[in-house]
């Protein structure tokens, strides 16, 4: 039950576009379409962004959108606004039926 | 609304137990998988557990095997975690979450701090 690998920070300026990769085996992310991504602020609770690799909730910014090829999957916002600072965390299910997050990416808005 | 709260959290000295519970409400408690999820001071999020809508299957990390056993109560509304031979690395926010592959509802967390 290794943690999925995600890149310790990431950054950019408002408007640009930013890619969050999170990268797993075949026993989670490649071997299943059920990869979700969370988005938490400092002391709060974690909100969904993503579920199923693609698929965003009601609610949820059109410019939050998901993707997965072999076994990554990758989170980008476009249209960086200074309100998407925060933490994000990619998770799947695995072979085991059980889940696993990754360790988190802290996004800086510059 | 879909409402998740949590409680049970406190500080207990290693090696002896406590459990949490996680009441539901909003929704049809029976119908859905249910985790827990905990989150060390300043760290990231970590999977614990998660039971099966009809509390029949369990699954655990390997860092709880042994030691952590989740629980339902349908006719309650009500989701358990039962912690025992706690230790330090233990300490954490623990949330509730519903959903089987993902979760949309989150509970506010409840503190469990391990500390002798």
């Known amino acids: 039950q290794s943690a999925l690998t995600q890149p310790a920070s990431v950054s950019g300026s408002p408007g640009q576009s930013i890619t969050i990769s999170c990268t797993g085996t075949s026993s989670d992310i490649g071997g299943y379409n059920n990869v979700s991504w969370y988005q938490q602020y400092p002391g709060k609770v974690p909100k969904l962004m993503i579920y199923?690799?693609?698929n965003r909730p009601s609610g949820v910014s059109i410019r939050f959108s998901g993707s997965k090829s072999g076994n990554t999957a990758s989170l980008t916002i476009s249209g960086l606004q200074a309100e998407d600072e925060a933490d994000y965390y990619c998770c799947s299910y695995t072979s085991s039926i059980t889940r696993v997050f990754g360790g988190g990416t802290k996004l800086t808005v510059l | 609304q879909v409402q998740l709260v949590e409680s049970g959290g406190g500080v207990v000295q290693p090696g002896r137990s406590l459990r949490l519970s996680c009441a539901a409400s909003?929704?049809?408690?029976?119908?859905?998988?249910m985790h827990w999820v905990r989150q060390a001071p300043g760290k990231g999020l970590e999977w614990v557990a998660a039971?099966?809508?009809?509390?029949?299957?369990?699954y655990y990390a390997d860092s709880v095997k042994g030691r952590f056993t989740i629980s339902r109560d349908n006719s309650k509304n009500t989701l358990y975690l039962q912690m025992n031979s706690l230790r330090t690395e233990d300490t954490a926010l623990y949330y509730c979450?519903?959903?089987?592959?993902?979760?949309?509802?989150w509970g506010q967390g409840t503190l469990v701090t391990v500390s002798s």
């Open positions: 909003g929704f049809t408690f029976s119908n859905f998988g």
């Open positions: 979450a519903k959903g089987w592959y993902s979760s949309l509802a």
């Open positions: 039971v099966s809508y009809d509390g029949n299957n369990k």
């Open positions: 199923d690799v693609s």
